[in-house]
């Protein structure tokens, strides 16, 4: 497709189970960033890759989360051991070249909800 | 940590009518951008205007930044029940190895038919 798409939708999940959100850029955009959304807030940065390497991960709340992008497109962000404080939208965006000068394009994000 | 700070909160206002919402922030900035997120959806972006732009026009919309008291507004003319959603600021923070977008809390929008 022509947009940034993620996947799954919805994910449910209980507390101390691990879970992995996926994120397909538009094709060709070497920026790739991850945002967590709590409701009723602005999204907040979590961790930021060019290309394949994973340039800031400043925003990652702990060390229960982990981000990859293995071959420079696809990307995972990963949640172990999930706490109900990780309830939120989780939002992947992607950007052409130089992404401190250029629009950010979203996907729909991943509404994660912990029991 | 968040950045930019929106107000209203929240507006509604009649179809027909103009819509402005501000947006303040703190740190020296690259560029500045206004993003739209309908309920349950991503955010789209609209506009983006640049720390050396003071003004800028996109269709209905017009965006101003005002670098000296670090904020920026956005106006949507002849508004229509379809710019019913959530508007947020996102500040590109200027500096070496930063890369991210600091986004506000938002503006909720009604515009009733």
């Known amino acids: 497709g022509a947009g940034v798409s993620q996947s799954p939708r919805y994910k449910v999940a209980k507390r101390g189970q691990d879970v992995a959100l996926r994120c397909d850029p538009i094709?060709?955009?070497?920026?790739l960033f991850w945002y967590q959304q709590a409701l009723g807030q602005g999204p907040e940065f979590l961790t930021y890759f060019q290309n394949e390497a994973q340039l800031d991960k400043s925003g990652l709340p702990s060390d229960r989360f982990f981000a990859e992008r293995p071959e420079g497109s696809v990307s995972t962000l990963k949640i172990q051991r999930t706490q109900q404080e990780d309830s939120a939208v989780y939002l992947c965006a992607s950007s052409s070249d130089r992404p401190q000068y250029q629009p950010q394009h979203f996907g729909d994000g991943t509404r994660l909800s912990i029991l | 940590s968040q950045q930019g700070e929106e107000d209203p909160q929240a507006l509604s206002i009649q179809e027909g009518e103009n819509a402005t919402m501000n947006c303040s922030y703190k740190?020296?900035?690259?560029?500045l951008q206004w993003y739209r997120q309908n309920s349950g959806r991503g955010l789209v972006h609209l506009i983006l205007i640049r720390s050396n732009e003071r003004e800028k026009h996109s269709g209905r919309l017009r965006v101003t930044l005002d670098t000296s008291k670090k904020s920026s507004s956005l106006l949507i003319t002849a508004s229509r029940a379809a710019d019913t959603a959530s508007y947020f600021c996102?500040?590109?923070?200027?500096?070496?190895?930063?890369?991210?977008?600091?986004f506000g809390k938002g503006t909720k929008l009604s515009v009733i038919p």
């Open positions: 740190t020296s900035i690259n560029n």
């Open positions: 996102a500040t590109a923070v200027s500096g070496a190895g930063s890369y991210q977008l600091i």
């Open positions: 094709s060709g955009h070497v920026s």
